[in-house]
């Protein structure tokens, strides 16, 4: 019996692959799921034979995020800001995210992200940390948190696209399709989403069983030293600093309705009406930003 409920772990020779098994709820991320593929990437690690890792979801989309249908229970992330006591348990999980992403974009192994449909808010992140992301040209990349109040918790947007689209995206909650993304550098390729299995397969097979001067080790030491370009240049201290301020931004909220006194409450309103009315009116100053058309969610 798989010890797994949220994903699915497959391993063929030299390539494992994770699946995101949520289907239900667009892989909507909660803090088992996450547990769920920690582990999972440990239980590769210990693999001598292992060179790469593919992370995909299942059903219509990679990941819409951060699951909010399961307001006030353990499972959902972050907190509902009107339990008690929000402060300590909104860190706690701020702190949780931030190792489990430095552990991610770390990991020792040629990480693929396999990114169809929703891509968005921590399914972003996930996606971030993997070394390159192979995307389907309908696939939608973004960051909705934004549209609640929230300061962004990962820095990575910037060492991958750069400051000027960075905040282009993520001060607006803009959302880009596949295309977009392959155009500024935040995935590698776009392709129709009936070659983008074999399009990944392809590249996985490239970097697992091609033979390259040093061999696997070599490869795994320039890794690690393409790595420290990144700490060189600081980001370490910006992870910390925007896990500071993504936390910060949920605290600074009057009466912490995340959009201030006589705003947008999100919670107030998934109470009343349900998720997707308060999604709804969310994102409905924002339609202008949603590609078209909108990938299939069923």
């Given at each position: 019996m798989?010890?797994?409920q949220n994903i699915e772990l497959a391993i063929e020779d030299k390539i494992a692959t994770i699946i995101l098994n949520r289907p239900e709820k667009l892989n909507a991320i909660n803090d088992a799921l996450l547990e769920e593929l920690m582990q999972a990437l440990k239980e590769i690690e210990k693999l001598v034979d292992n060179r790469?890792?593919?992370?995909?979801g299942k059903g219509p989309s990679f990941s819409v995020g951060q699951d909010l249908s399961g307001v006030g229970t353990s499972e959902v992330m972050p907190p509902d800001p009107r339990g008690k006591p929000y402060e300590s348990q909104f860190y706690e999980f701020a702190r949780r995210q931030f190792y489990r992403w430095?552990?991610?974009?770390d990991y020792p192994r040629f990480t693929i992200a396999q990114v169809h449909g929703y891509c968005l808010g921590a399914g972003c992140d996930l996606a971030l940390c993997c070394q390159t992301i192979i995307a389907s040209e309908d696939a939608v990349f973004g960051d909705p948190s934004i549209r609640m109040g929230f300061a962004p918790a990962n820095p990575l947007w910037t060492w991958r696209v750069g400051l000027k689209k960075t905040k282009e995206l993520l001060l607006t909650g803009k959302y880009i399709d596949g295309h977009e993304a392959e155009r500024i550098g935040l995935v590698m390729k776009a392709v129709s989403l009936k070659k983008l299995e074999n399009t990944v397969q392809t590249e996985a097979n490239t970097k697992a069983y091609s033979g390259t001067i040093g061999g696997f080790d070599l490869?795994?030491?320039?890794?690690?030293?393409h790595q420290s370009v990144f700490e060189l240049a600081g980001l370490s201290a910006a992870w910390r600093l925007s896990s500071?301020?993504?936390?910060l931004s949920a605290f600074q909220r009057p009466e912490r309705s995340y959009m201030g006194r006589g705003g947008f409450n999100f919670?107030?309103?998934k109470q009343e009406k349900g998720l997707k009315a308060a999604i709804e009116e969310r994102d409905k100053p924002f339609e202008s930003y949603f590609p078209k058309p909108r990938p299939k969610t069923t």
């Open positions: 798989s010890p797994y790469v890792v593919i992370i995909k430095r552990s991610l974009l490869q795994s030491a320039w890794g690690q030293n500071n301020l993504y936390t919670y107030k309103i």
